[in-house]
């Protein structure tokens, strides 16, 4: 390849969200004659929402390609040289160049760079347990992934399935499989489903799960998985005093940064194991090398500290904001307040700011208070409960959190308690907030303010 | 009646939303050995849910009764002596009394108060149009106004139905209308159905409204309403060009802040005939006499104006802090950022802060972009398009105002924006907003977010 002169390389790493993000607002800003994109995907599809694969599996989405936002000939389209199937497996910094290996013929060779975007996301959780690898247990982190497990279920007439973990992809795999006519038991380390929630508040999750029929075993490992003898396929997971009888296990312990190879290449990293970026998600420390997605911590706007969340709406932002700055413009992501919205059937899950441990951990002290409200005015047709938790600081009154778990219209409300998060709130100056009121949209106190209300109230009687 | 020494007492004039909030919200605070509190209300009804008219008129809500949130008798049970049909006809400022007189029997007679609240809520504007008074004409601001209505209705056979105004009460009326099998259309003076909105969103409203086969003749004013000579009920609606033939009319052309006991009291009235307060909701320049609801002026925290906003969710909020005050304790209303949301069958409707005339009213120059986007991920069943149009003032880009036309999930999100208006927030730091993400409630850029996006693009490219 002949470069012209004075043209930049920009390489990227990952070809999903943050990866192709960036790319794609790079290159709006700048043209091929004067920079060059290539970017390097080890699996077998870009672009894609990793978050719609239970509605896949579920099926409420029908086909897999949906999940696909830009296939990597799109991209090509726009100038950007996506190679697929192509896994970096160096990063070589003081010579600016990765090298590359092309997962089907195992040819590598290495690529120089001007700039540098890493992207490489998540990788899931697999407990070194007895049977992991057998067929018939799946992750659910990729489209792959997805095409594995729906494959799986073809292959067997069994009817049961076992979800490990109860996390948003556990519960949201229990509603897919539910969907598919399935028999499901979640085995929960935790006290409650939904950990990100508050216990008091996962109890509710519990309840609904059960209420929907989905068998909810909570304060339990798993220690083994256990095989068929005959067929080598799963047959049931075990714990210390019972075992479940599984067609099919889907794993849902959660993910980590995907950062072995930043790690090896000496980038920083914080305590969740995630790249540290500066605001305007550059990896500290480096002039050239930006950082999204997945594979970073972000800056928590409430506790002043960095967290791991990998999400699919700051992965795209995170791009967006890369591309911008690798096309010379100029863009900050100034950090989350924590927010994350969720179902199971019809039961919405909903949460921004802190939990009750992240606020102690963080050093504050705080009122806690619980209202049960609707979702529309009492006297109108489908009005259903909804539960909120809110939590403030004493003395200064801010929000500090939120937690939301209802049936329709709870999730989303969440959104409410983001912004004032964000603008850093009072829950006294919350009670007067505009909020959108009509009969059927919310009682003419909006849950959110009933919550306020009741809040402002304890910090005003709180002690020091 | 023997005063125990040292008894104050509280006068309320209205026992609606606003006057029994406050009642009940003074007698939290004091009982009744130190705050006597006397309330007197015109009609037949007390603290109940005018919003909901349009439902029960519709058949969504079943009884009356479900739209009272309490009635006379359990606000005396909670010692407020409630006065039912019983109008106040003076307030006496210099000798601190109001004169009262019972609807039926015509007696009147004088209460001294302490501390005065008024909330004498709104009035309908009725035009002095020839034949308005026939039977079957209806306005539909109090439960009596429905019950009438749908007597009415009862007692005609035919199934047309000419509604005239097209702001709020006129789209849920024609939504009501429609779901009892009326044919309906609506006669509107303005250039689009919700004037509240600017004309290119009220267009979007006006073809959903046709699309669901109600009428919408915009740009007219009624002349006459004309009557059947042998029935004497309404039989048609003239306009300068032609007749709607009308089995039944409603009148939903809007309220006038109900002042005329105020304004012969020499209290201090704004632009718009509402009473005028302070932040503690005291009528201006009275120690003891507050005022709240439908019949105040709220300060619009966005362009810095007065404003007559009659909304239920004001009025229950003016109750909240006027009986917090005038019960000893301490609360304020800062003011409104201008949210309302409603809804014509699926179609939702929101806004909040300034639409573009009111952006040039107050000085303002402006940026203005209009989205399209969708209510959940595309490929997630049953993503409803959705547009969101955004204001956002040049230079500084501070957040302006928002509005929504969509269908299910549109009307609530305009609460993000309320509460950004509320801080202050520019589009700029609302483009990284950590809203709630998940396939069924979101895009992975929420609407707001794109919408926010292009606004913040705009006001970086705009003039001076």
Redesign the interface.
Known sequence: MIESRGRERLVVIGGD?AGMSAASQARRLKGPDELEIVAFERGGFSSY?A??IP?WVGG??AERD??VARTPEEHRARDIDLRMRTEVTEIDIARGRVRARDVGSGEESWTPYDKLVIATGARPLRPPLPGVDAPGVHGVQTLDDGQALLDSLDATEGRRAVVVGAG?IGVEMAEALIRRGYEVTVVNRGEEPMATLDPDMGRLVHEAMEGMGIGMVNRTEVTEVLVDDDSGRVRAVATADAEYPADVVVLGIGVRPETSLAKRAGLPLGGSGGLLTDLSMRVRGHENIWAGGDCVEVLDLVSGRERHIP????A??HG??IGTNAGGGYA???G????????VCEL?I?R?GLREKDALRAGLRFETVTVESTSR?R???DAAPMTVKMLAERRTGRLLGVQIVGRE?A??????A???L??G?TVE?M????????????P???PVLVAA?KAAGAVRRGGA
């Open positions: 969200a929402s978050c719609g509605y409420d989405v949906h999940l948003y999400l699919g709406t700051h795209n932002k967006q904001i900050t992501f100034p989350v307040v924590g927010t994350a919205v969720s179902k919405e909903a921004t005015a006297y109108y047709p219209g999730g989303k409300r969440v959104d409410i983001a912004v004032a964000t603008a709130m100056r009670t007067t907030l505009d909020l959108g009121y009509a009969p059927p949209f919310s003419v106190w909006d209300r």
